[in-house]
């Protein structure tokens, strides 16, 4: 059974830096593209980054392209989103979802049940 | 603003069925295929639609995904109380190098 766990989520302050986890099991970790998306209260759901399987392509939404940097560690099967000079509409549940490919597109198969990031003064 | 405009709602009883539009554009829904996702009050997001009409194992036959140019749409027949729930379309844009959302639908099943 493909499973997702994210953790890392905390309450923090305006200008701070986060790194969230995501950890994979149940399947071949490094034959999948890896994404984050997440959902603010009340708002529907935002494609946040996407890394292809070996970690040597990234994308990321205009949202937050220079802010935040995601990555992968294939022997861990795991991946990461480092979140960096955060802002009060960062606030939001995060998500990891997998590709359905190695390569990145946009069929996200299996999603983990999300971390709650809180960015408030 | 989304990139890819949804209906904020729709709405049926049971038994009917329902319609739910995606619209984009050239660099998005017209280039690439739609996938449709749901989220159920209190879960994960789940893969409902791939490739613009294909059901993942375990999502039953009542739903049906279709694209023509720059939209595309989810139906879903004979509508369940279960069904009640958020209604996401996405695809590739190629222009933003990135995946694109709708706003996301909410069914109501009356």
């Known amino acids: 059974e493909v499973r997702l766990v994210e953790s890392g989520g905390a309450v923090i302050l305006p200008g701070g830096s986060l790194r969230l986890s995501c950890r994979a099991s149940?399947?071949?970790?490094?034959?999948?593209?890896m994404h984050w998306v997440r959902q603010p209260p009340g708002k529907g759901l935002e494609w946040l980054s996407l890394?292809?399987?070996?970690?040597?392509?990234?994308s990321y939404a205009d949202s937050v392209k220079g802010r935040f940097t995601i990555s992968r560690d294939n022997s861990k099967a795991s991946l990461y989103l480092q979140m960096d000079s955060l802002r009060t509409e960062d606030t939001a549940f995060y998500f990891c979802a997998r590709d359905l490919g190695p390569g990145g597109g946009s069929t996200l198969d299996s999603w983990g049940q999300g971390t709650l990031v809180t960015v408030s003064s | 603003q989304s990139v890819l405009t949804q209906p904020p709602s729709a709405s049926g009883t049971p038994g009917q069925r329902v319609t739910i539009s995606c619209s984009g554009s050239n660099s998005n829904i017209g280039s690439s295929t739609v996938n449709w996702y749901q989220r159920l009050p209190g879960t994960a997001p789940k893969l409902l639609i791939l490739r613009n009409n294909q059901r993942p194992s375990g999502v039953p036959d009542r739903f049906s995904g279709s694209k023509s140019g720059a939209s595309a749409s989810l139906a879903i027949s004979g509508l369940q109380s279960e069904d009640e729930a958020d209604y996401y379309c996405?695809?590739?844009?190629?222009?933003?190098?990135?995946?694109?959302f709708g706003g996301g639908t909410k069914l109501t099943v009356l």
């Open positions: 890394i292809n399987w070996d970690g040597a392509m990234t």
């Open positions: 149940g399947f071949t970790f490094d034959d999948s593209a």
């Open positions: 996405a695809t590739w844009d190629d222009s933003l190098h990135g995946v694109v």
